[in-house]
């Protein structure tokens, strides 16, 4: 069974920052495609971040120039580094992965919730 387990989310004040942090086997890890997805309430599910296996990366417009994702290979673990954040990134955060090998099969962390205060 896949697990990707995430920390790192919590309440902060706008201008502030927080990283997220999901791991996962180093199977799973070394064969997919790793991002970050957030789903506010009443809203659908949107990409935030995505690093591929050579290490490109893509970001949605809104988190360009705040956010940063970034793998640490040794540990298995993806992060995403959220700087000057804005009431509207609040959201549940999701891990996921899209593993090259697997018919492209997506695997999902629990969610993290991410609430920035005004």
């Known amino acids: 069974q896949v697990r990707l387990v995430e920390s790192g989310g919590g309440l902060v004040q706008a201008g502030g920052s927080l990283r997220l942090s999901c791991a996962t086997s180093?199977?799973?890890?070394?064969?997919?495609?790793m991002g970050w997805y957030r789903q506010a309430p009443g809203k659908q599910r949107e990409s935030v971040a995505r690093?591929?296996?050579?290490?490109?990366?893509n970001y949605v417009d809104s988190v360009k120039g705040r956010f940063t994702i970034s793998r640490d290979i040794s540990k298995n673990t993806v992060y995403l580094q959220m700087n000057s954040l804005k009431p509207e990134d609040t959201a549940v955060y999701y891990c996921?992965?899209?593993?090259?090998?697997?018919?492209?099969?997506?695997?999902w962390g629990q969610g993290t919730q991410v609430t920035v205060s005004s």
């Open positions: 180093a199977t799973i890890f070394s064969r997919s495609a």
């Open positions: 996921n992965a899209v593993d090259y090998e697997s018919g492209f099969a997506n695997y």
């Open positions: 690093i591929f296996s050579g290490g490109s990366t």
